[in-house]
């Protein structure tokens, strides 16, 4: 009896000794199973930081050959290819990782970049809104969404997230520099100013030529052109060759009537660029504005020989204008309009020739015609108001 009591209790015993046995070697096989694989993970974005790509698309493959829909290679493979802009093909992996690890942070946040490196901000946005759900928080997300927003003119939405990042983190760069662009781009140049210069404040010891040459731009839409010029001399201590810089110090000069200096900087800009026919038309202009005509036709024409420009041909015919060969002026201006029927500018200039030969009617049949194809111009409607009224002209 007590035999098979003993018998009974090691038939129950050694079974059980199996099983355990059995769950111990299974689970050992785990360990080593995820411990393979969190090394090839790990060296596979050790080879992508070493722009390695194609050593790191073999670490992940290896790692679906040992476990077919695993989420770090997917997303791995997903992060080779936007490495290379081949987005298309990382849609697909993040996707796929996504069907079988729905809510996969690194693969949503890698799949909106992918569609914000697309211009699709739209899909972008949603899938960064997914991600917030999670982590609402994380603030490189909230300033992508935000850009986001800004690159779709949702000047609310855009603003609303760079503001809640500032409050999160009060000088953060990414959400100063993003509300600057905001307000830039929807012409509030004042706001524009006043968040990148916080920037600059925030970085004298590491000033970045960027903000340096925005700010410069924003003193030139406003017109503070003698402001700007410190900002775009800044940028050129840092960039004897920036192109902005360049540029911002010709237009503030221009702007000041300073022609001489204005045509200093756009040489300049020549010697880099010889064939920039908008910058030889500015040459040009600043030659005229001087008196200097035949230096202004040489950089008119040479702007025209290589593609048209209506500034050019607009300056050649001022040119004419301004030595008084007025029937000539009038036939380059009438072609102008002919090519160009909307801009208001040609018909102030053309009636203005009429006004020199003293042929008042023409003056007011030209600036009529322009009313009459239904565009409002304030230009317009004050010169024929004087011309009409008998009133001075010219000053």
């Not at 936007?82 to 949503?108: E, M, V, W």
């Not at 040479?302 to 029937?327: M, R, S, T, V």
Request: glycine share 4%; proline share 1%.
């Amino acid at each position: 009896m007590a035999n098979d009591i003993i018998e009974d209790q090691n038939e129950q015993i050694f079974p059980m000794e199996e099983n355990v046995q059995e769950a111990s070697a299974e689970n050992s096989a785990q360990s080593e199973l995820n411990t393979k694989i969190s090394e090839l993970s790990k060296n596979g974005y050790i080879l992508l930081k070493t722009n390695d790509v194609e050593g790191a698309i073999q670490s992940f493959k290896k790692i679906l050959e040992l476990d077919e829909n695993n989420n770090y290679a997917l997303v791995g493979l997903g992060d080779s290819e936007r490495k290379q802009n081949h987005f298309n093909d990382a849609i697909k992996h993040y996707n796929t990782c996504l069907s079988f690890h729905p809510g996969n942070n690194y693969a949503l946040f890698g799949l909106a970049d992918c569609y914000k490196a697309l211009n699709q901000y739209q899909q972008a946005i949603s899938i960064w809104e997914k991600y917030l759900v999670h982590d609402d928080r994380n603030i490189t997300v909230l300033t992508r969404v935000a850009d986001a927003y800004r690159k779709i003119h949702d000047f609310k939405k855009s603003k609303e997230m760079y503001l809640k990042v500032l409050e999160m983190e009060q000088n953060n760069a990414y959400a100063l520099i993003g509300l600057g662009h905001l307000h830039y781009d929807f012409k509030e140049y004042k706001d524009a100013l006043y968040y990148w210069t916080r920037m600059f404040e925030l970085n004298r010891d590491n000033l970045d030529i960027r903000i340096l040459t925005s700010i410069g731009n924003c003193h030139r839409k406003l017109k503070t052109f003698d402001q700007g010029i410190y900002y775009f001399e800044k940028a050129l201590e840092m960039d004897q060759k920036n192109f902005y810089a360049l540029f911002g110090l010709a237009d503030c000069y221009r702007g000041m009537n300073q022609q001489f200096r204005s045509i200093e900087y756009w040489n300049r800009i020549l010697e880099i660029d010889p064939k920039n026919k908008v910058i030889l038309t500015r040459v040009g202009d600043a030659l005229r504005n001087t008196g200097d005509y035949k230096g202004a036709t040489e950089y008119y024409n040479k702007a025209l020989n290589i593609d048209f420009d209506i500034y050019a041909a607009l300056g050649l015919a001022l040119i004419c204008k301004g030595e008084g060969n007025y029937d000539e002026a009038i036939e380059r201006l009438q072609n102008l309009i002919r090519n160009d029927p909307k801009n208001y500018r040609l018909y102030i200039d053309l009636a203005d020739c009429y006004l020199r030969q003293n042929n008042k009617q023409k003056a007011i049949d030209t600036l009529e015609s322009f009313q009459r194809i239904g565009i409002r111009s304030t230009a317009i409607n004050d010169l024929l108001d004087k011309i009409k009224n008998n009133r001075p002209i010219y000053n």
